[in-house]
């Protein structure tokens, strides 16, 4: 390394060069992923918005120290232990869903995992999405309201645990039977997990995003509530339409056909899933068309 600087400064006679090391150099470059991934990160989610309010609230006290206002600063003072929790309570959704998208990354994904099942086990068979597809299909001609979701990197233990346990392999006939109107299991979603119905009347979290359709009902604000803080596809059937949505990464899929959704259940059949985040368009029928659900 030291060989290196002094056949650079050899040919740049004049310029200041700092003494550094194979250690810095990779420091600084680690630094500067790690501050790129984190203003992408920002800008790319509700942290952003809050971000610019932080910045205003700084800017406050620049002024305050520049003008002397020490009745403020005093405050101030007092206050910077309460505005540091503040603004990890602010931003505690954004840092949750941050941490869980890096659990998510490939390499993390093979050094924690500890299910011993394969990865082709995990992954969404023909069979179930043929199954998947045929079951909307009815489902949606008959106009009976459907909320299916089928995990894929990220567990739903918890989602699962909050409704009733079925463990049964994917059949139409079976999630006819479990939305059918007026039955037991009929409301909620339904979990898929490794190509089996693992439970039924499942609560999911609800949207927080103000700049979707206000037409959406319950079960979509759940379909996309679920798709923001995991990675897994939610199947959507509209009780009043009889339209058919795919949810998936916070983008919502609308007025898919049977070509359509079969598209959208081969992507978790991708390993190399597109990990980007911050996607928000609201696509109809698989094709071209968008309509941006997010300006």
Known sequence: ?????????????GIYFPNMSWSDLLDIIIIAYVIYHLLLWIKTSRAWTLLKGVVVV???????????????????????N???????ILFQPELRRALDELGRKKLITKL?????????????????IYELV???????????????VIEHETPLGEYINSGIAIDA????????????????????????????VVAATC??????????????????????????????????????TGGISVAHKGTLYRHLDEDGLRKQLSKLQDEQDDNTPGTKVLKKGGRKNAEKAKK
């Not at 045929?134 to 299916?148: E, N, P, R, Y």
């Open 169 to 196: 392999t994917i059949s139409q006939q079976l999630l006819i039977n479990i939305f059918e109107k007026n039955t037991p299991l009929h409301d909620g979603a339904v979990i898929i997990k490794n190509n089996r």
């Open 1 to 13: 390394m030291g060989n290196l600087w002094t056949i650079i400064k050899a040919h740049t006679g």
């Open 82 to 88: 309460v505005f540091l929790l503040a603004i990890i």
């Open 134 to 148: 045929k079951t909307s299909i009815q489902l949606a001609k008959d106009k009976t309201g459907a909320l299916i």
């Open 203 to 240: 609560y999911l979290p609800l949207t927080e995003r103000h700049d979707i359709d206000k037409g959406l009902g319950t079960r979509h604000r759940a379909g996309l509530g679920i798709s923001e803080s995991t990675d897994s596809m939610t199947i959507i059937v509209s009780e009043e």
């Open 58 to 80: 700084a800017l406050f006290l620049v002024i305050a120290v520049i003008f002397r206002f020490n009745t403020i600063l005093w405050i101030a003072k007092n206050l910077i």
């Open 112 to 128: 924690f995992s500890f299910d011993s099942n394969t990865t082709e086990e995990m992954l969404l068979s023909d069979r179930s």
